[in-house]
């Protein structure tokens, strides 16, 4: 559900950068990419198997 | 670099996003290979990698726009990072097919480093920045619009797609079929 709503926000970011003002895109551009990386913590949970 | 052949470029990086949204799509329609999470957000930033070129042809190139790309191209790269280090122990098959004999989220790596590095060159460019009087930045030509609502077009399907795939609920981590239409029936 969170990447629907990740993949949606997007499509706003990307209309809002070609219809809206720029600052506006600017703003929910940085909103989006905190709401990607907090997402990705989120998920990242799993332990790395890295020791050969 | 003139302003008018910046523009010309971040439509290119466009149709560029474009082709790997659509390659993505293929992938998941024609191989039935459905994306993992972890793939969904390397997805997500190759659209939204999208955000520098649009401003950039819409009110003219400056660096605040493409810091933007390179933001979201290095959170990518990361991510896809993390992805080949989950699968790098000797013995481990990946997860899904490889295509040229990488799998596709060693491919997004590249292709973030590519973004990378394609941006810093064209920060290089201090001519782009300067207010020439020339066209105005509005007037984007026809093939820059086109590049623009392809990418807006193929973002949009792919809230669709995640919606069948996933469902209302978390995403599977290995996803087999689509969650929605598995409810429906």
Same mark, same amino acid.
């Given at each position: 559900?969170?990447?629907?709503?990740? =993949?949606?926000?997007?499509?706003?970011?990307?209309?809002? @950068?070609?219809? &809206?003002?720029? $600052?506006?895109?600017?703003?929910?551009?940085?909103?989006?990419?905190?709401?990607?990386?907090?997402?990705?913590?989120?998920?990242?949970?799993?332990?790395?198997?890295?020791?050969? | 670099?003139? *302003?008018?052949?910046?523009?010309?470029?971040?439509?290119? &990086?466009?149709?560029?996003?474009a082709?790997?949204l659509?390659?993505?799509?293929?992938?998941?329609?024609?191989?039935?290979? %459905? +994306?993992? +999470?972890?793939?969904?957000?390397? *997805?997500?930033?190759?659209?939204? %990698?999208?955000?520098?070129?649009?401003?950039?042809? *819409? =009110?003219?190139?400056? +660096?605040?726009?493409?810091?933007?790309?390179?933001?979201?191209?290095? @959170?990518?790269?990361?991510? @896809? /990072?993390?992805?080949? %280090?989950?699968?790098? /122990?000797?013995? #481990?098959?990946?997860?899904?097919?490889?295509?040229?004999?990488?799998?596709?989220?060693?491919?997004?790596?590249?292709?973030?480093?590519?973004?990378?590095?394609? $941006?810093?060159?064209?920060?290089?460019?201090?001519?782009?920045?300067?207010? #020439?009087?020339? $066209?105005?930045?509005?007037?984007?030509?026809?093939?820059?619009?086109?590049?623009?609502? %392809?990418?807006?077009g193929l973002t949009?399907a792919?809230?669709?797609?995640?919606?069948?795939?996933?469902?209302?609920?978390?995403?599977?981590?290995?996803?087999?079929?689509?969650?929605?239409?598995?409810?429906?029936?």
């Amino acid at each position: 559900m969170e990447f629907t709503a990740l =993949f949606l926000a997007i499509t706003v970011v990307l209309l809002a @950068a070609w219809l &809206g003002a720029r $600052t506006l895109a600017l703003a929910l551009f940085a909103v989006t990419l905190v709401a990607c990386v907090a997402t990705y913590l989120h998920h990242a949970s799993d332990v790395l198997k890295l020791s050969f | 670099m003139t *302003r008018s052949l910046a523009v010309a470029l971040n439509a290119l &990086g466009l149709y560029a996003v474009a082709f790997v949204l659509a390659a993505a799509f293929a992938a998941q329609l024609l191989l039935g290979e %459905l +994306p993992c +999470p972890l793939c969904l957000l390397q *997805r997500i930033q190759f659209a939204l %990698l999208a955000i520098g070129p649009i401003l950039n042809v *819409r =009110f003219g190139a400056r +660096p605040s726009h493409y810091a933007a790309s390179l933001l979201v191209a290095a @959170a990518g790269a990361a991510f @896809a /990072m993390r992805q080949i %280090l989950l699968h790098i /122990m000797p013995g #481990d098959p990946g997860y899904g097919s490889a295509l040229l004999g990488y799998h596709y989220y060693t491919w997004a790596f590249i292709g973030f480093a590519v973004a990378i590095v394609a $941006t810093a060159v064209m920060l290089l460019f201090d001519r782009q920045f300067e207010d #020439d009087g020339g $066209t105005p930045p509005d007037a984007a030509g026809t093939f820059a619009r086109t590049a623009v609502w %392809l990418v807006i077009g193929l973002t949009a399907a792919n809230v669709i797609s995640t919606l069948l795939e996933c469902g209302l609920a978390a995403c599977p981590a290995d996803p087999v079929a689509y969650e929605l239409l598995k409810g429906m029936r």
